[in-house]
Structure formats: C-alpha cells, structure tokens
C-alpha cells in the first residue's frame, strides 16, 4: 500500500528534526541584506531576503517524518516532500552525514537527504536511497524497526 493514502492519523510515530540554529543565521542573514545600504539591485536583495525567511521557516519547523503501517512520509511547513513505502525499504543503518554534502534538502532523484546536523539514518531502498537527519538516530531506527516488523 502506498505511503500516499496515509494520513497523520495513521502515524504510529511521529519525530521531528529541525535546525533551530540554522533559522536564527537565515534570519540573519535576511535581516543583513535588508538593511544593507545597497540601492542598485534592491530587487535582487529582496528575492535574497525573501528566500532566507522561507528556509528560515523551514529549518525552524523542520522534517517531520510519519511512521505508519504503509512507510514513512516526510513532511516541512505542511507539505509532503517524499514516502518511503514500507515496501521498498531494503535496509537502514545509523550513519554519519558529510556537512561537506550541504543541510536542508539535498540531492536529487532517488538519492535525496533531509538534514539540519551530522546525524541521521540511511535508508536504502530497492529505488534509491534516503538519509533522515536526526539527533538521535537510535529512535528513527527503532521505529523502522516497528514498522518493519523487526520489534514490536
């Protein structure tokens, strides 16, 4: 069954992982090209701005990751960016993240990251693979675990 039919009703788990640091410096950094004394290119600045608000928003929220019966559903600010159906998931293991590799959403095809630190869970898939940033990469695995059917 696909992880799309799931609602947050059927999260057996829910855990988040946000960048509450990573906000702060957006905002700043939103704060400092809108007050910068630059005339020419204010319209460019202002994009500038408006973009770090909304990844301000972002981290601060941060990736929501349901566990249900049907997979994982990962979510930011309300909306869906991915499922992971319990079907295709191969394996997963603890791991460490590259900060070389970037925050937020990265990657692009069926090789995608949704970090804010160092730690998370790479879950490999029989289509890809997805890492799920988190501070405790112990509970993501447990409720994979759940999920899985490897402990109840």
Known sequence: ????????????????????????????????????????????????????????????????????????????????LKSIPLLQIKKYEAGDWNPLRGYGIRGIGNHKAYVWGKQGVRVEMFDGEVFLGHADPQRIVRDLNVITNHER
């Open 1 to 80: 069954l696909p992880v799309m039919g799931a609602t947050h009703n059927d999260a057996i788990v829910e855990e988040v992982h946000n960048g509450r640091a990573w906000s702060v410096l957006f905002l700043a950094i939103a704060a400092i090209v809108l007050l910068a004394p630059i005339q020419s290119g204010r319209l460019a600045m202002g994009l500038v701005a408006i973009v770090m608000v909304l990844a301000c928003a972002m981290a601060w929220d941060g990736f929501h990751y349901s566990f249900t019966r049907h997979g994982v559903e990962i979510r930011t600010l309300g909306f869906r």
